[in-house]
Structures are given as C-alpha cells and as structure tokens.
C-alpha cells in the first residue's frame, strides 16, 4: 500500500519569513495530493490540492509543488502569520474521492 | 452552510463498554468516510461508503468494530468491547464522488477515551 512520509515533524519560522514542509510517497499509481491544516480539537481542513497532471499550483500565499518522477511533493507558505500556526498533513490517493494515506504531520509555529 | 457533524463531540468509557458515534455528512455527498487519528498522529482510513454500500474496510477495523449507512445519508461507527487502545479521535468525512475535481471534506471529530 501507500506509504507517505513528511517532513520536518516540527517547523518554527519568523512572522513574515516562509516555511516549507516536504512529502515523498510510494505508489506511483498515486494522483492526488491534499495538504490539510488541523488546529487543536478540530478536524482536518483542505488548504490546498493537486493532481498529477499539474507541476505547481498557488493560492495565495500557499504553493504546492509535484515532482512526479521523484515522487515528492511540498508545501509553501509564505509571509507566514501567527494565525498559520497549526500542525500541517500532507497525503496521497489514487484520485480525489479515494481513500487517503496521510503523513505524521508538521507542528508549524510562526513567532511573532 | 452545514459541514459534515459529528455526534458525541466527546466521549468517556469504561473499557469493556459499546459506544456508538454518529456521522451526518454533507448533504447530498453519497461518499462517507470514517478514519481514526491517534495523538502525534495523521488520520488512517478505517472504511467508507458509497451510498449505502459499505465498499472498502481497513485491517485497522477489528471485528468489534461495526460501519453502517443503512439510508445512504448518515452513519454510526459502533466499537463493541472497547479497549484501552481505541482510545483516539474519529473522523468522519464525506465527498461528492466525482471521479474528477473532488474534496474530501472533514468533520470535527468524534474523541474517545477508554478508561
């Protein structure tokens, strides 16, 4: 099955300075990439996609990077925020509706 | 704008007892999932449905674990037996199902403890 990896687990960056947050996965059959944000006692919340078929995507200040070939996708923030602060999961599926195989996760903290 | 609920938010139990979450998911969103999130964790799949029909089923969901959607609308994920280590948070999520263009769109939570 898929197998998802992230990193780093811990993130502390500069209000106004960017972060980044990797993931490799396994399956090449994969297509899909969501990154979710989740704050304390809450549930996942989409931030931003991707889908093979594309390279970079933005919104914003949030960039989601694919590299197919090396089976590796990243996030980017930029001009971080305290209000960013959250812990960040990366996942991968077959396709959008699938089931997803999610990382362990990235404790972001912006300091103001 | 109603979003995918979940009922208890919390909930406390002795091991050994049943206990019985409820999932309402976005209205008209004939895909449901259910997943289980330990601390320090991300989400693992447990199962999901389309429509009524329970389709995929993790090895995470032992047989005391019980999935049902018997209207295609909401669903209940009861645990017979609990153990210390069902202890955790279960999500419920739903989607459209569209094959393209689709988000999976999560619920608060639903937090066990197990004493």
């Known amino acids: 099955g898929e197998n998802v990896e992230q990193h780093p687990s811990t993130l502390s960056v500069q209000e106004g300075d960017s972060a980044v947050i990797k993931c490799t996965y396994s399956d090449s059959a994969s297509n899909y990439f969501p990154w979710y944000k989740q704050e304390l006692g809450k549930g996942p919340q989409l931030i931003i996609d991707i889908r093979s078929n594309v390279g970079e995507k933005k919104d914003q200040r949030i960039a989601v990077t694919l590299n197919k070939t090396a089976k590796h996708f990243s996030l980017h923030i930029t001009e971080t925020q305290p209000e960013d602060s959250a812990v960040y999961f990366c996942a991968a599926s077959t396709g959008p509706a699938r089931q997803l195989t999610f990382g362990s996760g990235t404790q972001l903290t912006v300091l103001p | 704008d109603t979003g995918v609920s979940q009922d208890p938010r919390h909930k406390i139990t002795k091991r050994g007892q049943n206990v019985t979450f409820r999932c309402d998911p976005i209205?008209?969103?004939?895909?449901l999932y259910w997943y289980r999130q330990t601390l320090g964790q991300g989400p693992e799949f447990l199962t999901y449905f389309q429509n009524e029909a329970q389709l995929e089923k993790s090895r995470l969901l032992s047989d005391r674990f019980s999935a049902e959607r018997p209207k295609g609308s909401f669903s209940t994920l009861e645990i017979q037996r609990t153990e210390q280590g069902d202890s955790a948070m279960y999500l419920c999520?739903?989607?459209?199902?569209?094959?393209?263009?689709?988000?999976?769109?999560f619920g608060e939570g639903s937090w066990l403890t197990v004493v």
């Open positions: 999520a739903s989607s459209s199902g569209q094959i393209s263009g689709n988000t999976i769109y």
């Open positions: 209205s008209e969103h004939n895909r």
